[in-house]
């Protein structure tokens, strides 16, 4: 099966500049993620869907982040205004996981760099 | 809510010698277990999942993890390191409602040829 797909895989803006990543999620995945990879760190959820519906976008700072996800398939991911403090790895997940399938994996794209200078 | 912890961030050993990496869960009910790997500039790769049976389940490229319930943990082991395994490597718990799953910060394994 085709795995998850993300563009761009880098992008370099300056800091109050707009930025969007795309995600192509595998097929039949009902919940796909965002997260945010600080170098170093972990991987820090901004925000879940299920379908076109969101789950959870408590950690996402919505002054500056938005994400939307059309007909519950593709889903983009846009920062208006960067911050320097947005420099980081942005990755889309995407999985069967749900209430009936809690043991589902979350599958991952090869995320997109973003260096905000 | 869940939470992870690895508490160690870097771990360096010779290829060819065993490894084992630490994980400690924090859930009320019964867990489901997953470890990730992550090479340089990729997505991350899931190594192997637990949730019931053996508590000692086998993944790929020869990983294996121990669920201990009395503990709260679930280590990754391999009894013979390669250069490759060379990686960030990612804990994760997720709930048994299919809604949460939480990351723990990562431990960093170097391999010494």
């Known amino acids: 099966e085709a795995g998850v797909a993300q563009s761009p895989r880098y992008k370099i803006i300056e800091k109050r500049q707009s930025v969007a990543f795309w995600c192509n999620p595998i097929s039949g995945h009902a919940t796909l993620y965002w997260y945010q990879q600080i170098l170093g760190q972990g991987p820090k959820l901004l925000i879940q869907?299920?379908?076109?519906?969101?789950?959870?976008d408590s950690q996402l700072p919505k002054d500056r982040f938005s994400a939307e996800r059309l007909k519950g398939v593709d889903s983009t991911l846009k920062i208006q205004p960067a911050k320097l403090e947005d420099s980081a790895v942005y990755l889309c997940?995407?999985?069967?996981?749900?209430?009936?399938?809690?043991?589902?994996?979350?599958?991952f794209g090869n995320g997109t760099r973003l260096t905000v200078t | 809510a869940q939470s992870v912890t690895q508490p160690d961030i870097h771990i360096t050993v010779s290829e060819g010698a065993s490894l084992e990496l630490r994980c400690n869960y924090s859930y009320g009910a019964t867990p489901y277990l997953f470890w990730y790997v992550q090479s340089p500039g990729q997505g991350l790769q899931l190594l192997l999942k637990y949730f019931s049976g053996d508590t000692l389940v086998q993944g790929i490229k020869g990983f294996e993890a121990e669920f201990k319930r009395s503990q709260s943990s679930f280590n990754l082991r391999k009894p013979s390191v390669h250069w490759s395994d060379a990686a960030e490597y990612f804990c994760a718990v997720g709930d048994n409602y299919g809604q949460n799953f939480v990351f723990g910060p990562g431990t960093r394994l170097s391999v010494l040829p």
């Open positions: 997940a995407s999985s069967a996981r749900d209430r009936g399938l809690p043991d589902s994996p979350l599958h």
């Open positions: 869907f299920q379908n076109n519906g969101v789950v959870d």
